[in-house]
């Protein structure tokens, strides 16, 4: 027979999701994230300054220490990805998060997440495609750090299904029903664990070292949108589809606070974006010690 609980025991049982509420609202994410940021510049300055003692020493020693650079370089990126993750998280939960909403323009916000697909084919063999279905533009409402979050790690992720070995990754971006945008991300990776040991042994081997806090602040930003994000086995064929579905209008909010967007923004806005491109790419196996270099319509601003 199973015991029944002691009152006290059953209590503390009630109690334990208020006191973690209450905990999680006390917590000083801003102050937390702060320090993490201070301490990944304090990392960088010191690989800086090791970097210039030995930039003219030759030997083993010194290739030794060139390659403890590097891997501490590819250490800190994901470091700082993780920590960017868990501290957006906290500030959803403390409902610090609010989104704000903008007009994007999605064809244009979809070619620069495609701007180092040549790399990607020379790099790791993997073609990116972008298909906008004839659509010149498509502009929808949205909170534009939670589309490209979003859109950076359906992206990444494909990436990591498909390597080593390469494949195809198809961006897709489509007209809702009734208004609104579907945003979909098919590649031809590992694909999703079907619950057999196989499937979850290839799968943990393309996502090793992942926290999957992406994939919950990706989730929290829909819930708090009011957009839908399914991940599902792809049609026809290996591999797996990210579909994002954006509503016509704020679903939680029906009358939203807007931000005007004109060319200058469009522009910042696109160099931002990249910026982001290039960080979350060099989190990836292959493409850590990669130095990127923004396309020319973005260099000077």
Excluded at 106 to 118: D, N
Excluded at 159 to 175: D, E, N, Q, S, W
Aim: glycine share 6%.
């Amino acid at each position: 027979m199973n015991e029944k609980p002691s009152p006290s025991r059953w209590d503390d049982a009630q109690a334990a999701p208020e006191a973690l509420g209450a905990l999680l609202a006390r917590f000083p994410a801003y102050a937390f994230e702060s320090e993490c940021q201070r301490s990944l510049d304090m990392i960088v300055l010191c690989q800086r300054y090791i970097s210039r003692l030995v930039e003219e020493q030759n030997g083993p020693q010194a290739d030794e220490l060139r390659q403890s650079l590097s891997d501490l370089a590819v250490a800190a990126n994901r470091l700082d990805r993780n920590l960017g993750s868990l501290t957006s998280l906290l500030r959803c939960v403390q409902q610090t998060e609010a989104p704000v909403w903008e007009p994007v323009e999605l064809c244009a916000l979809a070619r620069t997440l495609c701007a180092e697909k040549a790399l990607l084919q020379k790099d790791l063999r993997i073609r990116l495609t972008l298909d906008c279905g004839g659509l010149q533009e498509l502009t929808v409402q949205a909170d534009r750090r939670y589309l490209n979050r979003i859109c950076l790690h359906l992206l990444s992720n494909a990436v990591r299904a498909c390597t080593p070995g390469g494949g195809r990754i198809t961006l897709a971006i489509r007209a809702g029903q009734e208004g609104g945008a579907v945003l979909t991300v098919t590649d031809t990776g590992c694909g999703l664990p079907d619950g057999s040991p196989r499937s979850e042994q290839e799968n943990r081997a393309h996502f090793l070292g992942t926290t999957k806090s992406g994939l919950l602040l990706c989730q929290e930003y829909c819930r708090l949108s009011g957009w839908t994000l399914v991940l599902r086995p792809r049609a026809k064929g290996r591999g797996a589809e990210a579909v994002l579905t954006l509503p016509p209008r704020a679903a939680f909010d029906p009358s939203p606070t807007l931000r005007a967007s004109g060319e200058e923004d469009a522009r910042r806005n696109a160099r931002r974006l990249w910026f982001d491109l290039a960080f979350e790419l060099q989190c990836l196996p292959g493409l850590e010690e990669v130095r990127f270099e923004p396309p020319p319509e973005l260099r000077e601003f």
